[in-house]
Nanobody
């Protein structure tokens, strides 16, 4: 079965960086587009990034230029490098396969990793 496990979250100060990882298993990672989605406290789900199986990447304006998603097909692992973090980046970050809607009942979602940006 599909398994996604995020790691790398934590508490950082504004301007600092974090690298999230998502270890995957149970499917052919190398042919799968993958996604990051976040949910801030008291808010809805927000799309953060896409990466196609060929490595093309897409971001919303809110993170473009600060966040970079990448993949290591040999390790079946997805990454999210987050630089110049801001308090508004505080959220639970989810790794997602088969993202067709911002709805945790659709597709495959990891349990999430918490990122807190605070001075």
């Amino acid at each position: 079965q599909v398994q996604l496990v995020e790691s790398g979250g934590g508490l950082v100060q504004p301007g600092e960086s974090l690298r999230l990882s998502c270890a995957t298993s149970g499917f052919t990672f190398s042919v799968s587009a993958m996604h990051w989605v976040r949910q801030a406290p008291g808010k809805g789900l927000e799309w953060v990034s896409d990466i196609t199986n060929e490595g093309a990447t897409y971001y919303p304006d809110s993170v473009k230029g600060r966040f970079t998603t990448s993949r290591d097909d040999a390790k079946s692992t997805l990454y999210l490098q987050m630089n110049d973090l801001k308090p508004e980046d505080t959220a639970m970050y989810y790794c997602v396969k088969d993202l067709s809607a911002l709805d945790r009942s659709v597709g495959f979602w990891g349990p999430g990793t918490q990122v807190t940006v605070s001075s």
